[in-house]
């Protein structure tokens, strides 16, 4: 939907980058469905009041999030230990009641999360409207409701099972428009002195990087601690603490609750300070991060007509949410990159949304290593790097493009 106000503030929304007909991040399809393809215009926008960067347009969350979901959380190793780790700090922090504590988990995906809690024994409920990531949340033994939050859903869960002592998120508030129906189910749901913990991609790196691959349909707000601030201040809650984190390229955790219930962390000022000196309350800053962008499609696309200009084939690593908007944007399609490789078997044998590049299985990459491989999965890189010592000692060359583009040595 697209009315070109700020969904927090209401006010219009100044326009910055535009990045012409995007497909949907996870929408991989088969040969036969390329005809009736999904487009929607993507283009991102300022409020200066609420100091929210958000989609001006967002397709119908049923397009994106229904029974084929292609994402899966748990296809990294380093995800799967920092999930154990979220747990554990929310299981040791003192927003938990010491008797019969309750935790809510909006988007619990497979359960990557909550199964943590469920292995402590702490009474716990997923909130996931993606059925098959539900389906094996449930099978794991994480209690999953396969529904939309909202603050009917709220209401039905205090009915059954009382208030909450902690509601988190990850990498998932950041994918709702309807954002106000969250935090008026949050306000629900929770008890007065019960905690708010969600993290999500950071507005902070993806302008210092230029990652500018975290923008696509489902990212429908880039969040910073001034607008989550604003947002929550409108119900009467604050920010009590932000804790940085590496995870996606760089993301934020932050900790909210009902004013004056907690102390206010000192990272809270910090990080505030942090932002202003970046500009992100500023519109001036986007217009310099459209140039960045620009400049980055240019290099992007430059080094891989040279590369196939030379003989060399290029294949892509890991066919990410992310790689949709890079691919699409720089039109580089199976001219430039001949696969991609990926461990999720539902994205394999399946071709990238709106460029069409076949995604191959990883066996594939090891058995049909091309010359240099693009690492759309940047974020994993340690991991990645880690495991795939052989292709580099057989001279096999990464590409990587954030935060700037260049061939790795
Ligand atoms: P992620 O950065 O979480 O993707 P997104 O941009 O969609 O948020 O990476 C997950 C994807 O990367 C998933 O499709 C699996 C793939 N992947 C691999 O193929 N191999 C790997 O070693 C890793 C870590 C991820």
Redesign the pocket.
Known sequence: MNTGLCRVSGRPLVKTVNFGLHPL??GFLSADDFSGEYFFPMEIGFCEASMMVQLINQPAPEKMFHNKYA?YSS??Q??GQHFCDFANEVMRSRYLSKINPFVVELGCNDGIMLKNFATAGIRHLGIEPSQNVADVANTMGVRTLSKFFSESVAEQIVKAEGQADAFLAA?VMCHIPDIHGVVKGIRTLLKPAGVVIFEDPYLGDIIEKTSY?QIYDEHVFLFSAHSIEYLFNLYGMELIDVISQKT?GGSMRYVLANKGVYPVSSSVGRLMGKEKALGLHQIATFEKFRIAVERSRKELCSLLTDLKLKGKRVAG???????TTILNYCGIGPELIEYI????PM?QGKFTPGMHIPVKS?ANFLENPPDYAVL??W??AE??MD?EKNFTDKGGKWIVHIPSVRVLE
């Open positions: 991040g996870n994402f296809t990294s380093f995800m990498n691959d996606h690593y890991a066919a990410t949410s992310k790689s490789s990926d461990t999720t994205k990883h759309f999965a974020n994993h991991e990645i495991k």
